[in-house]
């Protein structure tokens, strides 16, 4: 059987999710390009790799051209300055979609988060029409990728998929992961499934496992066709008997975006 791509790029491809995606994705295309401001050790057969940073736009460019799809998880998973956002991580934004749209790229599977809706009260259940409720810097840039995904789509049919990812650790950590947590492995899956899907138009998906407990909706993406088949529910026991309860009252418990919504401005004094 061919392969579903010439060629995907992963942007962030050194980082813990990256580097899942840099060996699952193999089978889907002919080459991977991956991408990264940090070194990613060799190349394995069928890989090229670009260590370079998206902010600058000829490089970005260069690194997107030859491309049929992205797959971007480049980013700083942790709150920012604003002047870090200005600096750095809008003009990456930017420079994916504007390169996609360039050289022809025909689809885009952008690692969002959770964050992007945070200020949600858990007990609403957001599904993948809530707007916008940024609870951080962090979540305000995540908004800004979609909208920008949004407006490629409208007006210039780039197909995107914004994965909302939660909690996306080796296993859940807290009271709250046992609600948000995304295993590596349907990590992958959700990403491998935002690839293949027939179309996707501009869609979002929150990333999460087969959680029994559940503070978002998927019930809009199903069009997606993502099967998540690891679940929080076995780590529970471990998790509840060792982790207290956090107070209900508390913002990091009213919310789906936990403790970001809590965090001060980062440029309060500590």
Sequence with gaps: MGHEFERILITGAAGNLGDHLRRGLGPLARRLRLLDVRPMGEAAPGEELVQCDLSDREAAFAAIRGCDAIVHFAGHPREMSF???LRDTLP??????????????????????IHAVGFHPVEDVPDTRAPHRPDTFYGLTKTFTEDLASLYWDKWGIESVCLRICSCFPEPADRRMLWSWLSYSDCLRLTEAALLAPRVGFSVIYGTSD??????SNARASHIGYRPRDSADVHAPRVLSRIDRDDPASTAARVVGGGFAAAPHPDDPR
Aim: net charge positive.
């Design 83 to 85: 002047d870090e956002i």
């Design 92 to 113: 990456a934004s930017y420079n994916v979609y504007e390169g996609a749209r360039q050289f022809g790229v025909k689809r885009v599977v952008y690692a969002s988060s």
């Design 211 to 216: 959680n029994a407990r559940a503070a978002v």
